[in-house]
């Protein structure tokens, strides 16, 4: 099993002066789902290199078994500090795509074309596609193969407008994750706020936020 995870190069939270990235856990937790379940993993992004930490993911709040054990896991931040440069990468030879959140997604990844073509190319071939959180805002542009936008009439989750009004950013993001989804004619579904909630339609796996992130992994797994 040969999964490639793809986290973002962005590291501005608006103009708010603050820093964001991906969000620890949700790298973290699926990165061991995969590897204790025997995968190859490949970690890519825009940049290349290393992808930068959402310090707010690194508070002492935030952390998990996960997260934990990344931090004693020097082969996994060796990993984690050269990732692939995207534009070099290939879906060949790739079992499925999983896409970690944070809220840099929303402006690297949701408008990066090497990541809309990758996505594309998973999806005709019927290989499992994962995304967790704020990484939906990847099936921004992503089209299927009617021409529609992927997710039209899948059903789908990603981060609520009201955990991104429980986080005080609705003004600060570039879009909301529920609304872009649904405008692009998502079946939306939701649970609680802050609780583990995943939604697998075909071999499209999304969950909604860092809660969700060893579920969305264990049920991407399941499709295998």
């Known amino acids: 099993m040969k999964i490639l995870m793809v986290l973002t ?9 603050n820093k964001t990235g991906f969000w620890l856990e949700e790298f973290a937790a699926p990165y061991y789902v995969f590897k204790d379940a ?20 690194d508070a002492e709040d935030a952390q998990t078994e996960a997260t934990k054990r990344f931090k004693g896991d020097s082969a996994a931040q060796e990993e984690l500090a050269n990732t692939k440069a995207l534009s070099g990468v290939s879906a060949d030879g790739f ?3 999983f896409y970690p ?3 840099g997604p929303l402006w690297d990844l949701a408008e990066d074309a090497d ?37 039209s009439g899948k059903t789908v989750t990603g981060f609520t407008n009201t955990e991104e009004e429980g986080v005080g ?9 529920e609304d872009m989804l649904k405008a692009n ?9 802050w609780a583990s909630f995943v939604v697998v339609d075909g071999k499209l796996v999304t969950g909604q936020n860092p809660a969700s992130s060893e579920e969305a992994a264990r049920k991407m797994l399941a499709l295998f």
């Open 9 to 17: 190069s962005h590291d501005k939270l608006g103009d708010t002066g």
């Open 38 to 57: 025997g995968a190859e993993i490949t970690l890519a992004s825009p940049k290349g290199g290393q992808p930068p930490l959402d310090p707010s993911s």
């Open 95 to 97: 079992d499925a795509i």
């Open 101 to 103: 959140g944070g809220h």
């Open 115 to 151: 990541s809309a073509a990758l996505i594309e190319t998973f999806a005709s071939t019927d290989r499992p596609v994962g995304a967790v959180c704020h990484a939906p805002a990847v099936f921004k542009h992503p089209k299927g193969a009617d021409g529609k936008p992927l997710v």
């Open 169 to 177: 950013l609705t003004d600060v993001v570039p879009f909301l994750v």
């Open 185 to 193: 004619g998502g079946d939306y579904q939701k649970g609680d706020d």
